[in-house]
């Protein structure tokens, strides 16, 4: 019988070229001997950050002759990645910014069912949605209304590509229902969101390039990758705002991967991992994890305060099983359209694919 690697391999093979490549652009050339390279698909943000965890997995046992040039990765905006997984890209491991782009895996048949039951229920790396802002914050942007304030310009991913978009949103929508507002209220302050909005670039890292490039007042990311923006010396700030979104990233194996990629899944919520995520701005999903000075945080001897309100995904929306559809929703195949999709409509801002 044929197996489920075999069959990825062989589709990877009838894709059009440019997807074929992006699905094994690695960030280190797989190559020791006698050894079974690990395929890592994941989103955008998580390049830099995979690196160091690569490198002290390969100084692992479980490892055994790995190195970290034997890590084949591919990277891009969350939806994006998963649909390429399912139309062939080569994956063992896949690490995305919404827990819906795993699943559409899991009814593929890519992914087991159970890829939750895990100590951290499937959850890899972590953070909270923040507004960026410019070097010294020159507007004064404080909280979620400064966003729709005058003729502030801010740039968000596209929700209909990007997960970490997806998560920006909903954080805006949650400052409205979760302060005692009404679904029509939250509603208007997003449809006065998108009119702020002047690009919605197709992926996270895409609108940090396009923030950093000199667009906007204001970006609305993940706080590590405003913490990773200054790291590498962008004349840029981050504001946590008093009510934010937290933000949860799961990751799995495919049914297809190799018990040194089982392995690696493990690793990555291992304290070592967790601290080599922290010292990149994600915040530890696991205890008793030792988090270093983190350069480019507000403080880098405390990195992650916690915000006066931190809603999630569960409590506020019914986890991402309820809120994907009613929320994004593109309107085919019978379905709605999603409140979010039809704000999109509504206001012309419908983003970069």
């Known amino acids: 019988m044929t197996t489920t690697k075999a069959r990825l391999r062989a589709a990877a093979l009838l894709l059009p070229l440019p997807l074929a490549l992006g699905a094994c652009s690695a960030s280190g050339v797989a190559g020791t001997e006698g050894v079974d390279p690990v395929a890592v698909n994941a989103f955008s943000v998580m390049e830099a950050a995979n690196e160091p965890v690569f490198e002290d997995f390969a100084d692992t046992d479980a490892a055994g002759a790995l190195t970290a040039a034997d890590f084949v990765t591919s990277y891009g905006a969350s939806g994006d990645q998963s649909r390429a997984v399912v139309a062939g890209a080569e994956a063992d491991v896949v690490h ?121 007042d204001v970006l609305l990311s993940y706080e590590n990758e405003a913490i990773l923006a200054r790291q590498n010396g962008a004349a840029v700030d981050y504001v946590v705002p008093p009510d934010t979104l937290l933000i949860e990233n799961p990751a799995a194996v495919t049914t297809s991967a190799d018990d040194t990629a089982r392995a690696f899944l493990d690793f990555m919520t291992s304290p070592q991992a967790q601290a080599d995520y922290a010292a990149s701005g994600f915040r530890p999903v696991v205890d008793g994890v030792d988090v270093p000075d983190v350069e480019g945080a507000n403080d880098p001897t405390d990195p992650f305060p916690a915000p006066e309100s931190l809603f999630t995904i569960d409590d506020l929306f019914g986890g991402w099983a309820t809120a994907a559809g009613e929320f994004f929703g593109d309107g085919e195949d019978g379905n709605p359209l999603g409140i979010v999709t039809r704000i999109q409509q509504r206001t012309g801002k419908v983003g970069e694919q």
Do not use: M, Q
């Not at 929700?159 to 970490?164: F, K, N, Q």
């Not at 509603?187 to 690009?199: P, V």
């Open 96 to 216: 995305y910014s919404l827990e819906t782009d795993i699943t559409r895996l899991v009814d593929e048949g890519l992914v087991a069912e159970d890829w939750k039951n895990t100590p951290t229920r499937g959850i890899a790396t972590s953070s909270v949605v923040v507004l960026v802002v410019r070097e010294g914050n020159p507007l004064g942007i404080e909280t979620w209304d400064d966003l729709v304030e005058g003729d502030v310009e801010v740039i968000t991913p596209n929700p209909g590509s990007s997960g970490s978009a997806r998560w920006n949103i909903l954080a805006a929508w949650a400052h409205v229902v979760g302060n005692g507002g009404s679904e029509e209220e939250a509603g208007r302050f997003l449809a006065e969101l998108l009119d702020h909005t002047i690009a919605l670039p197709a992926s996270g890292r895409e609108a940090t390039t396009a923030f950093t490039d000199g667009s906007g």
